[in-house]
């Protein structure tokens, strides 16, 4: 185990439901982001945090909102999905974003299936 | 042209074997170099990172980076079934948060 933490592993939704994916990360570390991963295609980074605070927005569509209560949790709010969203949803989490070589450590990822 | 390409395999080679991974990248800003390992259902993991041009040991992995032809690669010696995983090359200029990723080559170790 890596120390970050992501629920729910496997998630089935319609494009008019609304849910959440929820990651954790015990490692007292203070930055946090979301990525995507669709097959055949590179890791695509969404979001970053750093001490709460939104630093990274990497033109992700609005359906897809980011919230960070504390350096521990993040969220991701999903909202009228695409069915060309399904994909792994993976979680890191740094000491902090800026570092250089600085290791993230990934969580095991949230697969998605919108229908 | 993407900023970094790698053959997503995948990749068959009998255990003992020596492997060698590979990516090239586009943009000369790149300096720091890593490879991650990803098993079946599980994140990524940091294997190893360089920084810049020239070779970094791990035990059985080797990374090695040459910056003047923009090539990267990581090679396993006595490949084991255990090594069996796909192999993300990642690199970044300044920040962190600017990782990219290459797509992942899979590898599969035969016993």
């Known amino acids: 185990e890596t120390g970050v933490t992501q629920t729910p592993r496997h998630l089935v939704m319609g494009m008019t439901n609304k849910k959440s994916l929820k990651c954790e990360q015990h490692?007292?570390?203070?930055?946090m982001y979301w990525y995507k991963q669709s097959a055949k295609k590179p890791l695509e980074l969404m979001f970053v945090?750093?001490?709460?605070?939104?630093?990274e927005n990497n033109s992700v569509p609005s359906r897809f909102s980011p919230e960070c209560p504390n350096s521990s949790h993040l969220f991701l709010h999903l909202h009228t999905l695409q069915p060309e969203d399904s994909a792994l949803y993976l979680c890191?989490?740094?000491?902090?974003?800026?570092?250089?070589?600085?290791?993230?450590?990934f969580g095991p990822g949230t697969r998605l299936l919108v229908l | 042209q993407k900023e970094v390409e790698q053959d997503p395999g995948p990749l068959s080679v009998p255990e003992g074997a020596i492997v060698s991974l590979n990516c090239t990248y586009s943009?000369?800003?790149?300096?720091?170099f890593m490879w991650y390992r990803q098993y079946s259902r599980k994140g990524p993991e940091l294997l190893m990172y360089?920084?810049?041009?020239g070779n970094k040991e791990d035990g059985r992995f080797t990374a090695q980076v040459d910056k003047s032809s923009k090539y990267i690669s990581l090679f396993i010696r006595d490949s084991q079934p255990s090594d069996s995983a796909t192999y993300l090359c990642?690199?970044?200029?300044?920040?962190?948060?600017?990782?990219?990723f290459g797509s992942g080559t899979r590898l599969s170790i035969r016993p």
């Open positions: 890191a989490s740094s000491q902090d974003p800026g570092g250089w070589g600085e290791t993230q450590y």
């Open positions: 490692l007292g570390h203070n930055a």
């Open positions: 945090y750093n001490f709460k605070e939104q630093t």
């Open positions: 943009n000369s800003a790149f300096q720091y």
């Open positions: 360089t920084y810049s041009s």
């Open positions: 990642a690199m970044m200029g300044s920040s962190a948060s600017k990782i990219i």
